[in-house]
């Protein structure tokens, strides 16, 4: 991974705005750190209270209800949150954490014995998928289900419609053996949990769930491959963090930053808006871009480079304010035991092909992570 290109920066530094296109909509990208983060706390002003439409490009083909808590407002957002916020923080609990770096582990030993490994869909998806399963507390059979459905729940493979109906037809099986032979699991967690005194609905108990499994999805699977690209064409970095463990936690970080595998979110315009001198008609969306927020040099010394011991780095690729994301625990988690596990095991990281994934709008292109990611490790010298 070398840090890519910056689409917006040009904008960004002449109006702090980018006026991109989705799906036949003109939608306007606020762009400034500052800009960013005032307009993620403005929810009257920026709602998600808009069913579909805060991912962009929007999702009604790919399912039939309201992710929740994400395509929510306060103060429903904050009750909604709490149900499943429990499960989420089960990434800070040690047992949780041995069971990650033990994971990293096997698969680093596996990586090892080989004399290469594709690393987005052989490490970096089981990776993800296993990990997930610790997370919600359930069998780590279901993995197997899981990977099947590739990097993306709703885009990768068969088409969109196809795949997303699949997910909805497991999680509706999932909720009803929850709801039959309750246990300690979240599928259980769902249907015991209340919302203003009521049982949750099927339609939120599926709100949830559809968001746990499409909303950190490819990210994390994009950042694991990053975090492999990077080490395998930077080798002094891997010596770097080696020589003091304490950098990890700030290379985690830097790499969230400059990766960004979020590039923005849609917000809703309640009534007309004028957006840094765009207007947004009643019911219109703007977006708030994470990625280039990331770059701000007014925020970011030299913001093209990666410091691996940047501090301060006050990133939002987790986003910022009330919808700051839930699986933000778990994706440092599995990050910070990679890198941990690579510096303990890895020697060398050698990239024998390299197949950058681009993210490619009617008005701007960006890599982010890779389509394929092939490379040899080699052992630690003792």
Avoid at 66 to 75: C, L, M
Avoid at 259 to 267: A, D, F, K, N, Q
Wanted: glycine share 6%; hydrophobic share 35%; net charge negative.
């Amino acid at each position: 991974m070398d840090p890519s290109p910056d689409p917006f920066q040009k904008a960004r530094r002449e109006s702090g705005l980018f006026v991109g296109e989705f799906q036949g909509e003109e939608v306007p990208m606020i762009l400034r750190h500052e800009d960013v983060r005032r307009a993620a706390k403005d929810w009257k002003t920026f709602s998600s209270n808009a069913p579909f439409r805060v991912p962009i490009p929007s999702e009604e083909a790919y399912r039939t209800m309201r992710q929740i808590p994400v395509e929510t407002d306060p103060p429903e957002h904050t009750e909604y949150r709490a149900i499943v916020e429990p499960f989420f923080q089960r990434s800070k609990d040690p047992a949780m954490v041995a069971r990650v770096d033990s994971l990293v582990a096997e698969l680093l030993s596996d990586a090892l014995d080989r004399p290469s490994i594709e690393i987005v869909r052989e490490f970096a998806l089981p990776f993800q998928s296993r990990a997930l399963t610790y997370l919600l507390n359930v069998p780590e059979s279901e993995a197997q289900t899981w990977i099947g459905w590739g990097t993306h729940v709703f885009k990768d493979g068969a088409s969109g419609e196809r795949k997303g109906a699949a997910l909805e037809t497991y999680l509706h099986g999932q909720l009803d053996r929850a709801q039959k032979n309750p246990g300690d699991d979240f599928f259980s967690a769902l249907c015991q949990a209340t919302f203003k005194g009521r049982p949750l609905t099927r339609d939120e108990q599926m709100g949830f769930a559809n968001l746990t499994f499409a909303g950190g999805r490819d990210t994390v699977i994009h950042m694991v491959s990053s975090v492999f690209g990077y080490l395998g064409k930077r080798t002094e970095a891997l010596e770097f963090l080696r020589a003091d463990p304490k950098r990890i936690v700030l290379a985690v970080e830097e790499f969230l930053r400059v990766v960004s595998p979020l590039t923005h979110i849609g917000r809703v315009c309640p009534v007309s808006t004028d957006v840094q001198g765009h207007e947004v008609p009643p019911n219109g969306r703007a977006s708030l871009c994470w990625a280039s927020a990331n770059r701000d040099e007014a925020t970011f010394e030299a913001p093209e480079e990666v410091r691996l011991d940047r501090k301060p780095n006050p990133h939002m690729a987790f986003g910022s304010g009330a919808h700051f994301c839930l699986g933000a625990a778990h994706a440092r988690l599995l990050l910070r035991s990679l890198i941990q596990g690579c510096t303990d095991r890895v020697g060398r990281i050698e990239v024998q092909q390299a197949v950058d994934r681009v993210e490619e709008e009617s008005r701007y292109r960006r890599v982010v992570g890779y389509e394929s990611l092939v490379v040899r490790l080699g052992r630690v010298e003792r």
